[in-house]
T-cell receptor, first 111, second 110 residues
Framework: DGGITQSPKYLFRKEGQNVTLSCEQN?????MYWYRQDPGQGLRLIYY???????QKGDIAEGYSVSREKKESFPLTVTSAQKNPTAFYLC??????????FGDGTRLSIL | QKEVEQNSGPLSVPEGAIASLNCTYS??????FFWYRQYSGKSPELIMF????GDKEDGRFTAQLNKASQYVSLLIRDSQPSDSATYLC??????????FGPGTRLSVLP
């Protein structure tokens, strides 16, 4: 089945640790996105990539990093510099002139 | 800064009534608009998109766009308790990023 797969569903981070959230899509979409959602809040754009080997900062990129080495994959690393990482992280992708669709999300908490 | 605004709610309607959700946007150049439904603890699901002024109907849902007033709305007819969710409005242009509103929480009372 075609879709966007995020893993893991739940992730715990220790103090000073970097963690990586996986996002894979088999929809042949060029554009991929990472959003952060805090409880009761809307979506805030962290990073986006319109094409392989290129990505841009969104509104809240500090403390995060990404890579886009393959069209299918857009992993997000939450670094130790992100002091308040607890949130629901959503990956999305879209094809040309198509709406965005979302993966099921990863819920990150601090231990 | 491009913004999309929504009333956070909660908006409560009785079962069977029409729910009306509203959204305004600041970027007059925005051409494409989307409504997503998000159940608690889940990811957003696309339910409607609209690009042209006027109404677009899909089953119980009608999206309305008024570019002159920079206003988008979503009507849900015959509201059901299963429609209780947060509805996110998004707008922008292909080739750029879409901006999401904060969402309106809808509660349909049995």
């Amino acid at each position: 089945d075609g879709g966007i797969t995020q893993s893991p569903k739940y992730l715990f981070r220790k103090e000073g640790q970097n963690v990586t959230l996986s996002c894979e899509q088999n929809l042949n979409h060029d554009a991929m996105y990472w959003y952060r959602q805090d409880p009761g809040q809307g979506l805030r754009l962290i990073y986006y990539s319109q094409i392989v080997n290129d990505f841009q900062k969104g509104d809240i990129a500090e403390g995060y990093s990404v890579s886009r080495e393959k069209k299918e994959s857009f992993p997000l690393t939450v670094t130790s510099a992100q002091k308040n990482p607890t949130a629901f992280y959503l990956c999305a992708s879209r094809g040309a002139d198509q709406p965005q669709h979302f993966g099921d999300g990863t819920r990150l908490s601090i231990l | 800064q491009k913004e999309v605004e929504q009333n956070s709610g909660p908006l409560s309607v009785p079962e069977g009534a029409i729910a009306s959700l509203n959204c305004t946007y600041s970027d007059r150049g925005s051409q494409s608009f989307f409504w997503y439904r998000q159940y608690s603890g889940k990811s957003p699901e696309l339910i409607m998109f609209i690009y042209s002024n006027g109404d677009k109907e899909d089953g119980r849902f009608t999206a309305q766009l008024n570019k002159a007033s920079q206003y988008v709305s979503l009507l849900i007819r015959d509201s059901q308790p299963s429609d209780s969710a947060t509805y996110l409005c998004a707008g922008g242009n292909y080739g750029q990023n879409f901006v999401f509103g904060p969402g309106t929480r809808l509660s349909v009372l049995p």
